[in-house]
């Protein structure tokens, strides 16, 4: 079975520029959360959508936005990006949206913004 | 504010066992999860506890206390490859977690 996939796993852009990250959860998975995780620090919650939904929202600007698909897959959207936006973008995917069952990461997009 | 306390870095022996705390407070709990994450790589399940007590999983083991805010994870027999960060996260009255900043564990020989 695949893992939850995430794509592109690197990617330099440009302040101001704009950047689209995917992921695809684990077949049977309906949950998608979005984290950041800055260089020695640990994952801060982005989204979390179930069911195509938005279920909950982090403490981040509104130049994050994300949606999820009829096939449970998501992407996060960063406009405007900042030097500040660099991390490792991870997602998460779980069966139902209180991840009774445990959360499963994916191998995470890192961005660089120059 | 939520907080979640751990400390940033341990250093252990091959073979010996080391116990990695963590404390929190935090708007509710619902449970609080250990993972292993690898520089670059993504974090990885090691345990979940939601009830007090120890729960083992072969070399891993990890306990929590409620009451105190407080979790521990143990590893026994250390190998030179449990050299990681180790995240404790907790999951609040919203099921949203909370994570702490990581426990850099180096393992020598």
């Known amino acids: 079975d695949a893992g939850v996939t995430q794509s592109p796993t690197h990617l330099i852009k440009t302040r101001g520029q704009q950047v689209t990250l995917r992921c695809s959860p684990i077949?049977?998975?309906?949950?998608v959360s979005w984290y950041q995780q800055v260089l020695g620090q640990g994952p801060q919650f982005i989204f979390q959508?179930?069911?195509?939904?938005?279920?909950g929202r982090g403490n981040f600007p509104d130049r994050f936005s994300a949606r999820q698909f009829p096939n449970y897959s998501s992407e996060l959207n960063v406009n405007a990006l900042l030097l500040g936006d660099s991390a490792l973008y991870l997602c998460?995917?779980?069966?139902?949206?209180?991840?009774?069952?445990?959360?499963?990461f994916g191998s995470g997009t890192r961005l660089t913004v120059v | 504010g939520q907080n979640i306390d751990q400390p940033t870095e341990m250093t252990a022996t091959e073979g010996a066992i080391v116990q990695i705390n963590c404390t929190y407070q935090?708007?509710?709990?619902?449970?609080l999860f250990w993972y292993q994450q690898h520089a670059g790589e993504a974090p990885t399940f090691l345990s979940y506890?939601?009830l007090d007590g120890l729960e083992e999983k072969g070399r891993f083991s990890s306990f929590l206390s409620r009451s105190k805010g407080y979790s521990y994870l143990l590893l026994k027999e250390l190998q030179m490859k449990d050299s990681a960060s180790y995240l404790c996260?907790?999951?609040?009255?919203?099921?949203?977690?909370?994570w702490g900043a990581g426990t850099k564990l180096i393992i020598k020989p």
């Open positions: 506890n939601v």
């Open positions: 996260a907790v999951r609040d009255s919203n099921y949203q977690l909370i």
């Open positions: 077949s049977g998975h309906k949950s």
């Open positions: 935090t708007s509710g709990f619902n449970g």
């Open positions: 959508y179930y069911e195509k939904e938005e279920r």
């Open positions: 998460a995917s779980s069966l139902e949206t209180h991840g009774i069952y445990g959360y499963t």
